[in-house]
Nanobody
Framework: QVQLVESGGGLVQPGGSLRLSCAAS????????MRWYRQAPEKERELVAF????????NYADSVKGRFTISRNNGKNTVYLQMNSLKPEDTAVYYC????????WGQGTQVTVSS
């Protein structure tokens, strides 16, 4: 079955960096685009970044452009989200997602940006 396991979240000061990872299994990872979403308290889940199956195409929410970078390693079945210049408004639970007939989600990893 499809499994997505996020890691790498934590507490970081404003201006700091974190790298999230999402380990995937149960499907042919290299055949699917991958997405990172986030959900802040009392807000709707929002799409943060997308990467195509080969990694040749990416796109980002306006709020994170120039600060976040999505990448993938198809040999390791893993997608990453490098987050730099973090702001308090980036505080959220971050989820990776794949759409394979239906939509699959990981359990999420908490990112807290605070001094």
């Amino acid at each position: 079955q499809v499994q997505l396991v996020e890691s790498g979240g934590g507490l970081v000061q404003p201006g700091g960096s974190l790298r999230l990872s999402c380990a995937a299994s149960g499907f042919t990872f290299s055949s699917y685009g991958m997405r990172w979403y986030r959900q802040a308290p009392e807000k709707e889940r929002e799409l943060v970044a997308f990467i195509s199956s080969t990694g040749s195409s990416t796109n980002y929410a306006d709020s994170v452009k120039g600060r976040f970078t999505i990448s993938r390693n198809n040999g390791k079945n893993t997608v990453y989200l490098q987050m730099n210049s973090l702001k308090p408004e980036d505080t959220a639970v971050y989820y990776c997602n794949v759409v394979r007939i239906t939509s699959y989600w990981g359990q999420g990893t908490q990112v807290t940006v605070s001094s």
